[in-house]
């Protein structure tokens, strides 16, 4: 077992939940991506983009999060402008590995951020979860950059 959480997180960028992460011009690094509350029973979810900045060592520095209701409501074509007006915003960027602490902020009456789960049992690992939708999930060891979904 781990002896507790990461201080921080290694993701390298890929085509598919990584296709966003990267520096800005600057040196800050970012994190541009789709985060969801699944729907269960009668309640329907939500849909959200999210921009997570971070400064050049990785400390979290703020989350810009815009809110789109329910999958099956959603306005997918204003989702797209807005991802699209994130990206815009960050400036000239490089698409390559980050290194982040792990984080969380409250927004819209939902948890987001990259933030650690405790073993729940001595068989098992640290594990930091992508939330809202724990559609990202890292362990052990914190540098090697990959994830599970």
Same mark, same amino acid.
């Given at each position: 077992?781990?002896?507790? $959480?990461?201080s921080?997180?290694?993701?390298?960028?890929?085509?598919?939940?990584?296709?966003?992460?990267?520096? @800005?011009?600057?040196?800050?690094?970012?994190?541009?991506?789709? $985060?969801?509350? $699944?729907?269960? #029973?009668?309640? %329907? #979810?939500?849909?959200?983009v999210?921009?997570?900045?971070?400064?050049?060592? #990785?400390r979290?520095?703020?989350?810009?999060?815009? @809110?789109?209701?329910?999958?099956?409501?959603?306005d997918?074509?204003?989702? *797209?402008?807005?991802?699209?007006?994130?990206?815009a %915003?960050? #400036?000239?960027?490089?698409? @390559?590995?980050?290194?982040?602490? $792990?984080?969380?902020?409250?927004?819209?009456?939902?948890?987001?951020?990259?933030?650690? *789960?405790?073993p %729940?049992?001595?068989?098992? @690992?640290? &594990?930091?979860?992508? %939330?809202?939708?724990?559609?990202?999930?890292?362990?052990?060891? &914190?540098d090697?950059?990959?994830?599970?979904?």
């Open positions: 077992m781990e002896p507790g $959480p990461p921080r997180i290694a993701i390298d960028h890929d085509d598919y939940h990584a296709e966003h992460v990267g520096r @800005t011009a600057d040196g800050r690094q970012f994190f541009l991506t789709t $985060p969801f509350e $699944p729907a269960y #029973g009668n309640d %329907e #979810g939500q849909e959200f999210a921009c997570y900045l971070f400064d050049t060592e #990785g979290f520095l703020e989350a810009r999060i815009d @809110t789109f209701g329910s999958r099956a409501l959603m997918r074509e204003a989702r *797209r402008t807005a991802y699209e007006a994130r990206l %915003e960050l #400036g000239e960027v490089t698409f @390559t590995r980050i290194e982040v602490e $792990p984080f969380s902020v409250d927004r819209f009456g939902t948890t987001f951020g990259l933030i650690p *789960r405790a %729940e049992d001595d068989d098992d @690992t640290w &594990w930091v979860t992508l %939330e809202p939708g724990d559609y990202m999930a890292f362990s052990p060891p &914190w090697s950059g990959e994830y599970d979904t």
